[in-house]
């Protein structure tokens, strides 16, 4: 069967991809998620929250800058960066709220949404909510 959404191209300099909330502009996108419900154990483990920024940025083809950042915050939260080139990504976790945000800016041409896949499979999340919008 045909996907129920196919992306058509830009009929006017400035179109906005009704999809991805992007720009036919936009050299960058930029994507937040709120992961909701997820288990307070996998909020607190910081080396499984690294090891998915990595896991992550290889999804979306991106190529990183160096190893993650990770800090473990008093409380249980995590806050973790991984730079790439030309982009990063970034999520914070809030144990006490079951709660994870999710941040990646990157080339519009990546296909940073697999980035995301990789959190929402692992993490098990029940619910999750993500904006996409274009920058630069």
Do not use: C, W, Y
């Not at 992306?7 to 009704?18: G, I, L, S, Y």
């Not at 990595?54 to 939260?77: D, K, L, M, Q």
């Amino acid at each position: 069967p045909a996907p129920r959404h196919q992306r058509q191209p830009p009929v006017a300099a400035r179109d906005v991809d009704v999809l991805t909330g992007v720009d036919s502009e936009s050299p960058h996108a930029h994507l937040t998620a709120e992961l909701r419900g997820v288990p307070i154990e996998q909020l607190s483990d910081a080396a499984l929250l690294g090891g998915l920024l990595i896991a992550a940025a290889n999804a979306g083809g991106f190529s990183p800058s160096g190893v993650p950042t990770v800090h473990s915050r008093p409380g249980g939260g995590v806050s973790a960066m991984l730079l790439l080139d030309g982009a990063h990504l970034t999520v914070h976790s809030f144990p006490a709220r079951q709660t994870l945000l999710f941040d990646v800016l990157a080339p519009a041409s990546h296909d940073f949404r697999k980035a995301l896949e990789v959190f929402a499979r692992r993490l098990t999340a029940r619910e999750a909510r993500n904006d996409t919008r274009g920058r630069g």
